[in-house]
């Protein structure tokens, strides 16, 4: 049983995101660990078999329908699972480039995250940006290099190219026997044991490692295994001569990255990477606030909305507003606080989620991840709270740089559109600004990337009701202006200024190469960077 010490169940807590560049494996790791976590009863691909038959039962973030056509991952999902006696949260995050900003505000939730790396690509262009997100947040992160079961790159090589291109010491936990056909299994560094592995057929099912002591050696009469033996050797004496020690403090402040071989598909490492991240994964602890000010975990209830999502289950279209606990225990039915507009919510329909099914959260603990339904008000970065009022640290608008303008093309419509343009803002689809004296009528978008036009587009038309016609403007770049700036701005050519919804005033340029003329030749203007640019 349980205790229901809330430092004991905090303690208990393992809530971290998994980050890399598109099809590096990251769909399938999800889908491991919770086979693994005894989720699933079968790994072979269920999330993909059950969309591409459509199916509504599939454990996937792949919820959209756009997401389908597209076969990318949009949306982020939120999935919790119980291994051993810790209660994993896991957060996935957008791979595609253009939903980097949804991704900083997953990783405001996670307390580690895990990089997946394709074994035969190592660091490509969207794991270096995301890393860099998880740097600025200062969050630990543990690597595994994926697809150890196809012929990969020299595993040193890799080590090398986390080291030069992240500025990350990478320490080696595990260490591969082989690679592609010959991929035996693993040295565990730290256990001095070799993990030998049995393949099933896209690692349908959990099959028993064969676990033996380093000191036995490996007795084969196969020499090509007897050779990768010798040379798993002899990389891991180099390793062990050569490599940084591991350093749990260096670990949590995201110098140093635990490394782990393995095969999401063929199950290869996967066990042992869950095994070492429900260890070394911090357990919540403290959050600082607004005013950098701790938020014990002990103290009255509080949370932290991160990401507000629509649609999740389109036969009811509804919004789920997710939170991540920071301090306190959740009961529901709990009357909360939005600390923005200072509105009480009930919090009747509180759920955890596995992809696309809910189970309902009766109680939860800080670091535990709950959606609550159609709470239309909570916004990302909005602070709830019971009895002790808390703010949280601004989380960054990041600066865009495609832009376009949507007009509504069925005039009996202009009410839904309006409506549509503004919830889209406020759940962060889009940013949404207006050019002074025009109106609500012709907004423009703004977004990181050009996918985010075609969801805003999707769902003010499927959602809202509102036809809409998105064409692109040629403005590239942003700054943050003020409104003495503004007055001079507005009269040069190839410069526009437009207000975001939150009053955020913004110059917008043609091009990188204008923004640094004006900014040469007016050095009195003001025009701050934001966050993320490029
Ligand atoms: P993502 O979420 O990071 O985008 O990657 P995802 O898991 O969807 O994997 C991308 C492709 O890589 C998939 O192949 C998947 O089966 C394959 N893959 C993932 N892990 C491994 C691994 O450890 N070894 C090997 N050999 N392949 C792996 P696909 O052809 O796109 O789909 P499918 O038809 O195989 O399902």
Redo the contacts with the bound molecule.
Sequence with gaps: MPTHDIHAETARRRTFAII????????????KFLLYGGQLTSGA?A???ANKAGGTKAVTSDWMELERQRG??ITSTVLQFQYGDRVINLLDTP?HRDFSEDTYRVLAAADAAVM?L?GAKGIESQTRKLFEVCRDREIPIVTFI?????PGRDPLELLDEIEDQLVLDPHPISWPVGDGDRFAGVINRHAQEFIGFTRTA?GATIVAEEITPLSDGLDTDNSALADDWATAQEQVDLLDAASTEFDLKRFQAGELTPVFF?????N?GVRLLLDSLAELVPAPTARLDANNEPRLIDSPFSAMVFKVQANMDPAHRDRVAFLRICSGQFSRGMTLINGRTDRQFSTKYAHTVLGRDRATTDEAWPGDIIGLISTGELRPGDAVYDTEPVTWPEVPTFAPSCFAQATCSDTAKTKQFRNGIRQLDSEGVVQVLHRPGRGESEPILAAVGPLQFDVAEHRLRNEFGAPVRVETASWTTARQTDEASATTLEKMSGVAVAQRLDGELLALFESPYWLARVADEHPELTLNRMVGEG
């Design positions: 890399s560049h598109p099809d590096a494996g990251k769909t399938t790791l999800t889908e691909g999330v993909k078999a990318i991952s791979g997946v394709d994926n697809k150890w079961d196809r896209r393995g095969s999401a598909l063929t290869f």
